[in-house]
């Protein structure tokens, strides 16, 4: 065979491979060599995550879904409150939570892979005048409703004078507040919103507020699902760069409470 044939084939070959490699390379950082079954740890804290007998939704659970698609991951929620959740993250039992506030005490046992969802006000919920919220200092001589296992704020949650009622879900402490057995709440503003109205609480929003901050994806340091950090926030920049996650807070921020 002359050296010209011999360069046409192999210059065939390498085209051959080129083409079957390029699908791979356009998926680097999207999709993992072997695709996980990931158990996410979820509680119900409409509108961020909605779990009804018949279906598992929310803004957190939808685009979190919109990012393993593009992994190519499978997805197995398992419901608890808020703090048994993370204590079952510490101990591995599930592999991820959505929407955790970062802070130093959680990055001990957990990473913080990707702060993927918006930042939200926290707000203080009140139904009698006299505990409306002015200032920071109007907080002391309250019993204040907050999430067992919940983070708000630094000053707030190192406030050892304050007084704190907790309860697992935020409907718990709205219907605290309406017996009167906490005298305000703090919740996010979406969730505490949504809350009380479909509670058919009246309740009314303080004037002093606390600003957000993002809230992550967080993995277990025992998770599998920790070696692809990288991955999932590929997966998270590629459903930005497509307007999912726009469009999926819009959608939230937008539809009308129940």
Known sequence: MSAIKVTLIKAAMLCLFVLAAAPAWSQQGTE????????????????????????KTGLYLDMFEEMTSRLGWAVEYREAPFRRLQLMLQQGEIDMMLGLVRNGAREQWMEFVAPAFPPERRLFFYLDDANRVDRYQDLYGKTIGVLEGGSYFSRFDKDSELMRASAAHYENLMLMMQKGRVDVVIA??????????????????????????????????QSPAVRYADDIRAALKLIEREGIRENLVLKYLEQPLP
């Open 32 to 55: 993992t060599v072997e695709p996980l079954t990931v158990v996410v740890g979820v509680d119900h804290a409409p509108p961020y995550r909605i779990l009804e007998s018949d279906r």
């Open 188 to 221: 996010p503003e979406l969730v505490g919103l949504y809350t009380a109205k479909n509670l058919g609480i009246e309740a009314r929003v303080s004037p002093f507020f606390v600003p957000g901050e993002r809230s992550w994806i967080v993995v277990s340091g």
